[in-house]
């Protein structure tokens, strides 16, 4: 279970590791209930700040992914049964739209955009 | 029987010296960090090969001048003691030199030619390494402690029948040869230094376990495998060293309160044991094992991830040997050329590690005179 992060990407590193974190948890690399390392211990193998991987860690206990318990750690939240919230559905559109169009901007149709999206889904479960 | 030491030791050194370019992991070259797909480069194939070369001819004449002036002149045990230790610094003084030509040599070759400029650098971890990491437990650090208090125990009981002159230092024979007059301090002051030791040793366990797991972008099962190899195996060498002072300090001090305990044979033998033990384990650490573990051999052949190559991070690395990274929580970290650990020295918690023991000891010493 790999992590990367690119150091000289404009996307700040927090966001790259909420984001490969949120990806492994998608694809079921790590399951619920299970223990993200201790933030000591990836900001020493990454070589980057503790308050890095901190803020990653907070980013993923405000959306729900994680639980951070004092002394045991980050742990996996089960992904829920009953689909998303309102307002978890409403933060998705929000992303979604701008990136769907700039897709049309692109010329991209409504087939396209689609189909994109499976094989990306395809990337993510089938690892 | 100096001067047979002194080869040994001197010849050694000269090897591991010599050495130390094939040591290291083919991605950091004199220091500098070399992209994949660089490494075989001729120029740097020559640089490795000249350095090793230049340090075992010196190491290799300096040892014969060294041996047929010693015999030639019938100089006394002193003074042999003396030149090999000026040997010594003379060819680490010399490996020092040459190694910071060949790291400017080998950055310039790596700025002019541009490598890896169209590379993605990139920082790599996995998040199992934790849970798959082999160090040794560092409350087996800790055994070796007690041992030591109960001596300082039983030589309080015994302090009344001891003699009235404490050896302090012993020749190449295992006899003491340096002595101080008796007093409650001076009767503990080598197991005193011998805790302190045992104190530093867990902390570095302690410490090298919480520093980080640095895996290659581009070959990360290997370096994964080979990663963890290392750290087990380092702290495997750093136990044998605790444990094996501790025998040996422990002897010394027990031949101390009972002179004729151990025998001329026994005393002799046992801290040329320890020598040896020590500079076979080096050895076979160095060279079965290799910095980061580059010299652990795998079943497998991992074709390497195109694209990507390591984050550049020589501009923490000062002259290529110190690191200073205040971000980097990781106390200790992999040498860049010599095989082991050594500090984040953007980290003061190091110093005190490395630096605060080392003070303790010599404050020992300077109060034994």
Redesign the interface.
């Known amino acids: 279970?790999?992590?990367?992060?690119?150091?000289?990407s404009e996307i700040p590193i927090y966001t790259q590791l909420a984001n490969q974190l949120i990806e492994?948890i998608a694809s079921g690399a790590?399951k619920a209930s299970e223990a993200?390392?201790?933030v000591?211990?990836?900001?020493?193998?990454?070589?980057?700040?503790?308050h890095t991987v901190n803020k990653a860690y907070h980013e993923l206990e405000k959306k729900n992914i994680i639980e951070i318990i004092p002394k045991s750690g980050a742990i996996i939240n089960s992904i829920s049964a009953n689909g998303p919230t309102d307002m978890q559905m409403d933060l998705i559109k929000l992303h979604l739209k701008p990136l769907i169009a700039e897709s049309i901007v692109y010329g991209m149709d409504k087939e396209q955009i689609l189909s994109i999206t499976s094989s990306i889904i395809s990337e993510i479960t089938e690892g | 029987m100096v001067l047979s030491l002194f080869l040994v030791i001197i010849l050694f050194l000269t090897v591991m010296q010599a050495a130390i370019p094939y040591l290291l992991k083919n991605t950091i070259v004199f220091g500098v960090t070399i992209p994949e797909g660089y490494t075989d480069d001729k120029a740097l194939v020559m640089f490795k090969k000249t350095y090793s070369a230049t340090i075992f001819s010196i190491g290799l004449i300096g040892l014969l001048i060294y041996v047929f002036w010693t015999l030639g002149n019938h100089l006394p045990e002193e003074k042999i003691v003396f030149i090999g230790l000026i040997l010594q610094f003379g060819i680490l003084l010399i490996s020092m030199g040459l190694y910071l030509y060949f790291h400017i040599k080998t950055m310039k070759r790596k700025r002019e030619n541009k490598w890896g400029d169209n590379l993605?650098?990139?920082?790599?971890?996995?998040?199992?390494?934790?849970s798959n990491d082999e160090m040794l437990p560092s409350l087996m650090f800790a055994l070796p402690i007690p041992i030591t208090l109960c001596l300082i125990v039983y030589t309080a009981i015994q302090y009344g029948a001891m003699p009235d002159m404490i050896p302090t230092h012993w020749g190449p024979n295992g006899q003491p040869d340096a002595f101080t007059v008796k007093s409650p301090f001076s009767v503990i002051a080598m197991l005193l230094i011998l805790a302190i030791m045992q104190v530093m040793m867990l902390a570095i366990n302690y410490f090298t376990k919480?520093?980080?797991?640095?895996?290659n972008?581009s070959k990360?099962s290997t370096s994964r495998i080979q990663q963890l190899s290392f750290r087990k195996y380092t702290s495997w060498l750093l136990f044998l060293v605790s444990i094996s002072m501790t025998v040996l300090f422990g002897f010394f001090q027990l031949t101390t309160i009972h002179e004729n305990l151990g025998g001329p044979t026994l005393m002799m033998v046992m801290p040329l044991g320890f020598l040896f033990i020590m500079l076979i384990a080096t050895a076979v650490y160095a060279f079965k094992v290799g910095q980061g573990g580059s010299r652990v051999q795998l079943e497998f052949d991992e074709e390497p991830i195109e694209g990507?190559t390591d984050?550049d991070?020589d501009a923490y690395w000062k002259a290529g040997v110190f690191y200073v990274?205040k971000?980097?929580?990781?106390i200790f970290v992999e040498k860049r050329f010599g095989v082991g650990w050594t500090l984040n020295f953007g980290n003061p918690i190091g110093y005190l590690i490395i630096i605060g023991p080392l003070l303790v000891i010599l404050g020992i010493a300077f109060l034994l005179d």
């Open positions: 279970m790999f992590i990367q992060i690119e150091p000289t492994l790590i993200l390392p201790s000591r211990s990836l900001a020493a193998d990454l070589g980057v700040n503790m | 993605k650098r990139v920082r790599v971890a996995d998040l199992t390494s934790r919480k520093s980080g797991v640095k895996l972008a990360r990507v984050y991070d990274n971000n980097d929580p990781s």
